[in-house]
């Protein structure tokens, strides 16, 4: 059966614009604990070290929030989410290893595997569960896709999980980019989904059916932008394909406490998240888009598909106010 990963508490984070705190951190593991998940991803929601003015401060530090879960979860495992440069070594992997973290995921742009070396091969030979993340996976051909993947396995990765950070896939790329690797390397495959054109459980079901071990979801699809896969959604088709034997009220629960604590921040795919999708950006780029084109009275399609040209990626974005004003002087 496919392990699921919850992402509620670390991409469900950029909806919450980084203001997480440790006390919904806690009760929010305490149920999903009983759940089923295999783990439960936490943190900033660039992951581990990127609390700055630049892609938001959080309200309380990564240790805070995760020392939280780690009270609460016994059976669920404990991840975090890093990318070398927003996290180091020293500063902020040995303190998390320290916490009682069970698995590490370390993430770069699609392209650039290789800067993940050290952070991987420092995490397997310390004998974490160590997986490497591609982000913005739409963005690379397939030749090159295994070759990135086949780097992250030489470093130490147990795993490689493809991320539509842009939410530009429909599930024939899905079940196209999993069977590619699948029949070209022996790794474990996993998947995360956003919702930029309204596809992403249908995204994470074609990811299941061609083998994918692990798949990501978000309880309500909190998550940036337009949102993850609503992980309570994927559970409820596992169960009508009849392939699964979780149960679903569990989730539910899962769901209603992040519906009812956070009702102004939940996803939903607008206008915006599909010229983001359609245009293959990263859809947290939003709340700045739409800012820019106001103030300068852009359309907002014509922002984002000239950050798309460019193939801006997430931290860049000092470059978006740069990009509209180039847009006014054309």
């Known amino acids: 059966m496919t392990l699921l990963y919850d992402v509620t508490l670390r991409d469900g984070n950029h909806a919450l614009r980084h203001n997480l705190s440790s006390n919904f951190v806690s009760n929010y593991c305490e149920i999903a604990d009983k759940s089923g998940v295999w783990a439960v991803e936490v943190g900033h929601g660039n992951g581990l070290g990127a609390s700055s003015f630049l892609v938001g401060k959080s309200l309380e530090s990564d240790i805070e929030l995760l020392t939280s879960a ?90 490689v999980i493809l991320m539509d950070s842009a939410g530009n896939f429909i ?39 061609e083998g994918a071990f692990l798949i990501d979801g978000a309880s309500m699809g909190l998550g940036a932008g337009a949102g993850n896969a609503q992980l309570e959604a994927i559970v409820a088709n596992e169960q009508k394909e009849k392939n699964t034997d979780r149960g679903i009220q569990t989730f539910l629960e899962m769901s209603r406490i992040v519906e009812n604590t956070f009702p102004g921040n939940l996803p939903r795919t607008t206008s915006s998240s599909i010229e983001s999708g359609l245009a293959g950006v990263f859809s947290g780029y939003a709340p700045q888009v739409r800012q820019l084109a106001e103030e300068l009275g852009l359309e907002v399609s014509v922002i984002w598909n000239e950050i798309g040209r460019r193939k801006l990626v997430a931290g860049q974005e000092t470059m978006i106010r740069e990009i509209a004003q180039d847009l006014m002087n054309l």
């Open 70 to 159: 780690r009270n609460k979860l016994q059976r669920t495992k404990l991840a975090v989410h890093a990318i070398p440069g927003f996290a180091t070594i020293k500063r902020d992997l040995i303190p998390a290893i320290d916490v009682g973290v069970d698995i590490f995921r370390i993430a770069t742009h699609v392209t650039e595997a290789s800067v993940a070396e050290k952070h991987i091969e420092f995490l397997a030979n310390s004998e974490k569960i160590v997986h490497g993340v591609l982000m913005m996976s739409h963005m690379i051909d397939m030749s090159g896709l295994i070759t990135q993947v086949k780097l992250m396995k030489k470093y130490g990765a147990s795993a």
């Open 171 to 209: 599930p024939r790329d899905v079940k196209e980019r999993v069977a590619a690797i699948k029949n070209e390397i022996e790794i474990e495959i996993g998947f995360h989904a956003h919702n930029n054109l309204g596809v992403a459980v249908s995204n994470a079901s074609a990811a299941i059916s």
